[in-house]
């Protein structure tokens, strides 16, 4: 650890308590420090120049060892998405054979889930069953950042559609009236010829309500 010979005994537990749970307050207690004072005492030690240089170099190798784990992941998750049935067994019209586990890579096996084998004698039959290949591609897209976090794709966008036109001005004596209709959200082509009547039949109320004293 970076800085450690210049560390005392408790600040050097205090060092390691704290990559525990990041807590202060609780790695000073579990370092010896008194509890009434345990808060004052994490936040000063977190201010020493080698207790700080201690904690980031501790931090840097957790990280790159974070980033070893993060990377094996997305090795086997990719094995499992783009892992293809006929690696594994092969059919024509003469029926279906499985290959020989000898011939099969570590990769390949890595995307077995289960090999079963029922019945007796001249009736056995063998069953393999491959990783889910829809979960491993999703768990691979949120974990590159492909799904925000509610699971949609992160190349989405959402469009609030304002279906209301504005209100024209009430006219003095008018009642209210002039108040332009709803009009529905419209679909694809058949939409846009709808929203062109709906369009029509709003021209004449806007333009009514346009009028002063009318």
Same mark, same amino acid.
């Given at each position: +650890?970076? @800085?450690? *010979?210049?560390?005392? !005994?408790?600040?050097?537990?205090?060092?390691?308590?704290?990559?525990?749970?990041?807590?202060?307050?609780?790695?000073?207690?579990?370092?010896?420090?008194?509890? *009434?004072?345990?808060?004052?005492?994490?936040?000063?030690?977190?201010?020493?120049?080698?207790?700080?240089?201690?904690? !980031?170099?501790?931090?840097?190798?957790?990280?790159?060892?974070?980033?070893?784990?993060?990377?094996?992941?997305?090795?086997?998750? =990719?094995?499992?998405? &783009?892992?293809?049935?006929?690696? &594994? =067994?092969?059919?024509?019209?003469?029926?279906?054979? &499985?290959?020989?586990?000898?011939?099969?890579?570590?990769?390949?096996?890595?995307?077995?889930?289960?090999?079963?084998?029922?019945?007796?004698?001249?009736?056995?039959?063998?069953?393999?069953?491959?990783?889910?290949?829809?979960?491993?591609?999703?768990?691979?897209?949120?974990?590159? @950042?492909?799904? !925000?976090?509610?699971?949609?794709?992160?190349? !989405?966008?959402? &469009?609030?559609?304002?279906?209301?036109?504005?209100?024209?001005?009430?006219?003095?004596?008018?009642?209210?009236?002039?108040?332009?209709?709803?009009?529905?959200?419209?679909? @694809?082509?058949?939409?846009?010829?709808?929203?062109?009547?709906?369009?029509?039949? +709003? =021209?004449? =109320?806007?333009?009514?309500?346009?009028?002063?004293?009318?």
């Amino acid at each position: +650890m970076v @800085g450690d *010979n210049k560390l005392t !005994d408790r600040q050097r537990r205090f060092v390691e308590e704290y990559l525990v749970d990041c807590n202060a307050a609780r790695a000073a207690v579990r370092a010896g420090y008194s509890p *009434n004072a345990a808060e004052k005492a994490g936040y000063r030690l977190k201010k020493i120049p080698a207790v700080r240089e201690a904690l !980031d170099a501790a931090f840097e190798v957790k990280r790159q060892g974070a980033e070893v784990d993060r990377e094996r992941i997305i090795r086997e998750l =990719a094995r499992i998405a &783009f892992a293809d049935i006929s690696e &594994f =067994a092969a059919w024509d019209e003469r029926g279906l054979s &499985f290959k020989e586990a000898s011939v099969l890579t570590p990769e390949q096996t890595a995307c077995v889930a289960e090999v079963a084998e029922s019945g007796t004698g001249g009736t056995k039959k063998l069953r393999i069953k491959l990783h889910s290949k829809t979960k491993a591609i999703e768990a691979l897209c949120r974990l590159l @950042g492909l799904y !925000d976090e509610k699971g949609k794709a992160a190349g !989405d966008r959402i &469009f609030n559609i304002i279906t209301k036109a504005p209100a024209p001005p009430q006219s003095p004596g008018a009642g209210g009236q002039g108040q332009a209709p709803l009009a529905a959200k419209p679909q @694809g082509e058949a939409g846009e010829e709808a929203n062109e009547r709906i369009k029509g039949k +709003m =021209a004449p =109320a806007l333009s009514a309500g346009a009028r002063p004293g009318r």
